[in-house]
């Protein structure tokens, strides 16, 4: 026996007592039910997207986790709908209230998740409600540096520039080939005091991190210093003449 009550209130609790009779309409308290105290669960249970990288990242692939507010049944992966991104086969898990999946981005940008309402059912057969959509950005190209400042120099400064799709946290530069870097001042427009530089050639490279945590180094580039001006000679032309003419007098007597 299956009876539907409708226009009850969420979350209030009822009593509910069943009277039955027999065919000759006779009602007596045996046909009363057993008391039973339920309360009515209207409420539809709401899923939440996270994830444990922070954004911009670096991750590949990158971990979601959904949580619902109540147990539910019925959620697995085609409940799930992304842009930027595939879904790791065999990577879904969980149950209840909760439930992972590592994603692979398909290139550096943004990811979007998105899971739409009915996607589960509670335990009184509640549809979920749909989530808020999650969205996460993969980076994983570190900045690109430029050297401005020209070779040959005599200036005390070497300087340039470094891009990146987010930011640029940090530029190194080493003047050694890569063996020790120091620490630039500034990073999308940065410069290096080169002034206990001695005039000469040096093999420059740039090392540069963005906020995904991407770190790359450059190829060496060549970089002569000479500070050093010109020496000028100076000749007196009239001992130019005197040795030609002794040279002349030699000849002649010969």
Do not use: M
Not at 137 to 144: M, V, Y
Not at 206 to 218: H, Q
């Amino acid at each position: 026996l299956q009876y539907e009550i409708t226009g009850l209130t969420p979350t209030t609790q009822y009593l509910v007592q069943v009277a039955a009779h027999n065919t000759a309409n006779y009602w007596g308290d045996y046909g009363l039910s057993n008391t039973a105290t339920t309360p009515v669960d209207t409420t539809k249970p709401t899923p939440t997207i996270t994830s444990t990288q922070s954004s911009p990242t670096n991750a590949s692939p990158i971990n979601f986790q959904v949580t619902f507010d109540e147990d539910v049944t019925g959620f697995d992966a085609t409940d799930i709908t992304l842009t930027g991104g595939t879904i790791v086969s065999g990577s879904f898990s969980g149950s209840g209230s909760n439930y992972s999946f590592n994603v692979t981005p398909t290139s550096d940008g943004t990811i979007t998740v998105n899971i739409a309402a009915g996607a589960a059912k509670d335990t009184a057969t509640n549809n979920s409600n749909a989530a808020t959509q999650f969205s996460i950005t993969s980076d994983r190209t570190a900045p690109a540096p430029t050297i401005t400042t020209t070779s040959p120099t005599k200036s005390n400064t070497l300087a340039g520039t470094a891009t990146d799709a987010n930011t640029v946290t940090l530029v190194e530069v080493s003047t050694n080939n890569g063996s020790t870097f120091t620490t630039a001042t500034g990073t999308t427009s940065w410069s290096l005091d080169i002034s206990a530089l001695n005039d000469g050639t040096y093999n420059v490279k740039i090392r540069t991190t963005d906020n995904a945590g991407n770190t790359a180094t450059s190829t060496a580039s060549t970089l002569q210093i000479d500070r050093s001006a010109p020496t000028p000679t100076i000749t007196s032309r009239s001992e130019e003449h005197t040795s030609e003419l002794q040279s002349l007098r030699h000849l002649v007597c010969r």
